[in-house]
């Protein structure tokens, strides 16, 4: 509800007033002017394809809805199918599992190579709040926004796929020095793997507060805030 709101708004993604540069994960990266006059042109919908959010939060949502542990909470939250890790549970019934409607599920692999990018754009905003245009300065922002990437960067990086691709596929982890490599690089994601519903909730809140965070700072017009040039 939140990030659609913001969405419509379409307003303070960019917070700086000479000193401090902050910028909202909801409006960066800012892909609106690549996109072709003649969308932009279409009724109703032709105008939205114009705000940073309509191009960058249906990745981002679309790699959380379809995220394995997101989905075993929705599953067993709203429709009860199955009630628990036993399928057996809907013997009787005409379970299909992620067939059928649910074959979308699929594209979470490509959601995350989405998610990655969006990362990494993050990563630079950042850093950017701190090697700002106007200098070295680091403020509260800087700190919530790395705090942000932080917590991003264990719930993407800690993702099922992300585990699988980098290792997952392999029959043997020991015939040689790649498989020894994927398995090293599989083990690391792994440990963020076992407290993947734990970087789910902390990094879906903390995003959401760090937009929050920005918007005020960039609405409010604040010239003094917490933070010191460096």
Request: proline share 6%.
């Amino acid at each position: 509800m939140y990030a659609t709101w913001r969405v419509l708004e379409n307003a303070h993604y960019i917070a700086d007033n000479g000193a401090y540069h902050y910028a909202t994960p909801f409006g960066n990266p800012d892909f609106t002017p690549f996109v072709p006059g003649f969308l932009l042109s279409i009724p109703v919908v032709g105008p939205f394809l114009g705000y940073p959010g309509v191009l960058i939060l249906p990745f981002v949502a679309g790699f959380r809805f379809t995220c394995y542990y997101y989905r075993k909470a929705y599953y067993r939250g709203f429709a009860a199918t199955p009630p628990g890790c036993a399928v057996p549970g809907t013997r009787g019934r005409n379970y299909k599992g992620e067939r059928g409607l649910f074959v979308f599920q699929n594209l979470h692999r490509y959601f995350l190579y989405a998610a990655l990018v969006v990362l990494l754009f993050n990563l630079y905003d950042a850093l950017h709040s701190i090697f700002t245009p106007h200098g070295l300065y680091f403020g509260l922002g800087s700190g919530i926004m790395l705090v942000n990437v932080m917590l991003l960067s264990c719930y993407t990086l800690g993702c099922h796929s992300l585990r699988h691709l980098v290792g997952g596929r392999l029959d043997c982890f020991s015939c040689d020095l790649p498989s020894r490599m994927k398995y090293t690089l599989w083990q690391r994601v792994t440990v963020l793997n076992q407290r993947h519903m734990l970087w789910a909730w902390f990094s879906l809140f903390w995003v959401a507060f760090t937009d929050f965070y920005i918007r005020w700072v960039s609405s409010s017009g604040i010239t003094n805030l917490f933070g010191v040039p460096v």
